[in-house]
C-alpha cells in the first residue's frame, strides 16, 4: 500500500499545535503515539520555519477593533495584537511597544469606527496619527487597577480613599446621567483636594544649590493624572453602546492563554515564540468570539 505524504505532514502539524497550544508535554504526546522524545522533535523540526501570516481584514465602516500587546520576552519582543468583535484577529512582532511599531502595524489594517485601548502612549498616538476620525474607548478594567496601584487597596489619606472610590465607581456607569454624576463628583474631588494635592517636602539645604523640593503625595497625584488624562476617552461606550468599554476581548480572550503558554514553553527562543504565538492565535481565529464581553 502506498504512503500519502500529505497526510503524514497533517499528523505531524495536528501533534505539533496540540503540543504548543495545549496542555500536554512532549513525553506525554510522544507516549501516546509510541515514539520517543527524539523522534517526536525530529518531526516537529521542519514545522518551526513556518509563521502563518494574518490576512488582511476586509474594510468596514462599522468595525470595532481591541488592540493590546503582549512581550514574549521581559520588555522586548513584543506581540501586537488586533481583534475585532467578530473574532477577526490580526497581529505583528516587534521589538518593543512603540509609536513607530504600532504606526507600521495600524497602516495594515482599514481604519475602523472605533478602537478600545489600554492607554499605551504610543499606541494612543498612532491612532490619532492615522484615524483622526475613530472613536477611542480607554479600558476601565486597566484604568481602575492603575488607580488602585498607585493608591493600594487601602489609602491612608481622605483624598486617596476617595480617589479610589471613583476608580472603582466606573463599573457602575451605564448612562448618560451617571456619567454626568461620576463627572461632577470628580471634579468636585480634585477641588476639594487642589491644596492637599499641591504639598511640598523639602530636603536639607546644601550649600550653594537651591533647595530640593517635592510634592509630597506623589501617588495621587500619578493617579489623579491617569484620571484625568483619560477623560475625553472615557465614556466613549456611554454614547456608542456598540463599543465595548474594556479590552476584555483580546486581554481575557486571547492574551491570558497566550501568556501562560509563553511561561509554559519559556525555554522557546525568541524566533520560535513568535511560531508559538501564531499557532495560538491562528486557532483563536477560527473559534467563536466570547459572549457578553463589554
Not at 48 to 53: L, P
Not at 240 to 249: D, E, G, K, L, S
Amino acid at each position: 500500500m502506498r504512503k500519502r505524504p500529505d497526510l503524514k505532514v497533517h499528523h505531524h502539524r495536528t501533534l505539533f499545535t496540540k503540543w504548543l497550544t495545549g496542555n500536554r508535554s512532549l513525553s506525554e504526546i510522544a507516549d501516546d503515539h509510541g515514539v520517543s522524545r527524539r523522534t517526536l522533535a525530529r518531526w516537529f523540526t521542519p514545522l518551526w520555519g513556518r509563521i502563518q501570516q494574518p490576512p488582511v481584514p476586509n474594510h468596514d465602516p462599522c468595525a470595532v477593533y481591541i488592540l493590546d500587546g503582549v512581550y514574549l520576552s521581559g520588555r522586548e519582543n513584543a506581540a501586537l495584537i488586533c481583534r475585532t468583535l467578530t473574532a477577526h484577529l490580526s497581529w505583528m512582532f516587534a521589538v518593543r511597544e512603540s509609536l513607530a511599531s504600532w504606526l507600521a502595524f495600524l497602516r495594515n489594517l482599514p481604519a475602523p469606527d472605533a478602537a478600545v485601548v489600554d492607554g499605551q502612549k504610543g499606541l494612543l498616538a498612532a491612532i490619532l496619527c492615522l484615524w483622526p476620525q475613530a472613536k477611542i474607548q480607554r479600558c476601565l478594567v486597566h484604568i481602575e487597577r492603575l488607580t488602585r496601584i498607585k493608591l493600594t487597596r487601602q489609602p491612608k489619606t481622605r483624598a486617596g480613599k476617595e480617589l479610589l472610590t471613583l476608580a472603582r465607581g466606573l463599573f457602575g456607569v451605564r448612562t448618560r446621567r451617571q456619567r454626568r454624576r461620576w463627572l461632577r463628583a470628580y471634579r468636585r474631588w480634585e477641588q476639594r483636594h487642589a491644596a492637599f494635592l499641591k504639598e511640598r517636602s523639602y530636603g536639607e539645604p546644601k550649600a550653594g544649590k537651591k533647595r530640593s523640593w517635592w510634592y509630597t503625595h506623589r501617588n495621587i497625584r500619578a493617579a489623579r493624572s491617569l484620571l484625568r488624562n483619560a477623560l475625553p476617552h472615557l465614556f466613549t461606550f456611554v454614547r456608542y453602546p456598540h463599543v465595548p468599554r474594556t479590552t476584555n476581548h483580546v486581554e481575557g480572550g486571547v492574551n491570558s492563554r497566550l501568556k501562560e503558554l509563553v511561561h509554559r514553553h519559556r525555554g522557546l527562543p525568541q524566533d520560535r515564540k513568535q511560531v508559538l504565538v501564531t499557532e495560538h492565535l491562528a486557532r483563536k481565529r477560527e473559534k467563536k468570539p466570547p459572549r457578553n464581553v463589554t
